[in-house]
């Protein structure tokens, strides 16, 4: 049987070839990044405006600057529906594309992540995790290859008390109150159950915790369990749907909508838009912030979608909401550990190893934000061998109706507790996996 190559003229060939070629020589300068996105499925309300403003910056890099230093950024994007074994799948397919692999891989999802650190780690592939994600790999010690930068869930969380603490007059006022913890049932939601109840045990308040089986379309039976407990507040740790659907039903039992703080992953314009007036006064941490005020956004409307032009978002209502807003987060620090990365190893397309050393090495303090457009929007990072968290400071934010706003200046997380247990878990999979733990004093 012959092949379709067998079939071709002898000058077809050659022009078939000479196309491969150019096709090869063209992408030996080029940095590849895949892109493990959801724009379908029940969380597609977060990941259509993610990963929309995370491919904008790098589209707005290729066309204002040429790429970095003279290598251009190329992406694939692979619908995982925020299934698990769709992102283990993507991740396979499009960790060996591109001249070098992949430089990082950024699945969006906790699950996902889980399922793919020991792959990743094997492949020296870095993820990057962003405001969610696996806390105990902020221990770069024993997660060489997992960033989970900005603010952890665990820093959210100790944040998020302090919070109430605030509103309730001092720390020492939350002996004796109730707080219920309405949680997503997945990885993610019950990421954040062991800090919890450390703060419980250290502040004397009593925790409830209640589980909402995904999607989360239907809540009337846990918001009941809420009425009768009566907590004093509501630590809502919702993704996608069951975002407005637990805002809605928190109103129909009557639970006060200013008393339930949402976890980062029910921060989003996309999450109270569609929960009406019922999301009036209701309260999120946040790891990014909403606005079209800062440079770095005019600048992607300007080149992008100014003239006609389209970028990925399919008009400019959608940008600047908090969730496109952080997928240019996501650009922004892709961006910046390639560059470091080619500071020490040239600039050309960097393997994932080189890519993880960017990571680690990076600083980008009030004076490079203000240089990337992006001061205000992202709270300065440095990270370092041993601290894949590099920020941990969170705001609070509230809607009323129209728009988020400001209730709370950067606060933050209570490292104190956060770290030793940090270190303590990653010690536990560390001696589970057989690692040594790297030692920071000699890396560079």
């Known amino acids: 049987m012959k092949t379709g190559l067998e079939y071709m003229t002898k000058g077809a060939l050659w022009t078939v070839l000479a196309g491969f070629c150019a096709v090869a020589w063209g992408a030996a300068n080029e940095q590849f990044i895949p892109i493990p996105s959801y724009r379908t499925g029940p969380m597609n309300v977060a990941g259509v405006p993610v990963y929309s403003g995370y491919i904008d910056y790098l589209d707005l890099i290729n066309k204002r600057d040429g790429g970095i230093n003279g290598v251009k950024l190329t992406w694939e ?22 001249p070098t692999g992949a430089s990082l891989y950024a699945p969006g999802s906790t699950g996902i992540i889980y399922a793919v650190t020991e792959r990743a780690t094997a492949d020296k592939i870095p993820i990057l995790t962003m405001g969610y994600g696996r806390t105990d790999a902020s221990d770069g010690r024993v997660f060489p290859y997992v ?57 004397g308040f009593e925790l409830i915790n209640i589980e909402v089986p995904h999607p989360g379309a239907d809540q009337q039976a846990q918001w009941l369990q809420v009425r009768q407990a009566k907590p004093d507040w509501v630590i809502f740790r919702g993704f996608g749907v069951m975002n407005s659907v637990g805002i809605k039903t928190a109103q129909k039992v009557g639970f006060p909508v200013d008393h339930i703080i949402g976890a980062f992953p029910s921060s989003a314009e996309e999450d109270v838009i569609p929960a009406g007036d019922a999301a009036k006064g209701y309260i999120t941490v946040a790891v990014s912030l909403s606005g079209t005020q800062y440079p770095v956004i005019q600048e992607i409307v300007k080149r992008l979608y100014a003239g006609g032009s389209k970028g990925r978002m399919e008009s400019t209502k959608g940008i600047g909401t908090v969730y496109y807003n952080l997928g240019v987060i996501h650009g922004v620090i892709t961006a910046e550990a390639i560059r470091v990365g080619q500071e020490k190893f040239g600039k050309k397309p960097l393997t994932g190893e080189q890519v993880r050393w960017g990571l680690e090495h990076l600083n980008i303090d009030e004076k490079r934000l203000e240089q990337l457009g992006a001061s205000v929007l992202m709270q300065p990072l440095k990270v370092s061998c041993s601290d894949h968290e590099g920020g941990g400071l969170v705001k609070f934010q509230q809607w009323d109706g129209q728009k988020w706003n400001a209730v709370s200046d950067w606060i933050e997380a209570d490292r104190a507790l956060v770290r030793p247990m940090v270190e303590e878990v990653a010690a536990k999979y560390a001696r589970e996996n057989k690692i040594t733990l790297r030692d920071c004093s000699q890396e560079s």
């Open 77 to 98: 994007e692979c619908e995982t529906e925020y299934k698990v074994d769709r992102g283990v799948e993507c991740y396979e397919r499009l960790k060996k594309k591109g």
């Open 147 to 203: 960033f989970t930068l900005l603010a952890n869930y665990w820093s959210q969380n100790t944040a998020k008390v302090r919070f109430i603490g605030m509103r309730e007059g001092g720390m020492d006022k939350l002996k004796g109150k109730k707080i219920a913890n309405l949680y997503h049932g997945s990885p993610y939601g019950k990421e954040t159950l062991p800090i919890l109840d450390q703060q419980a045990k250290k502040y």
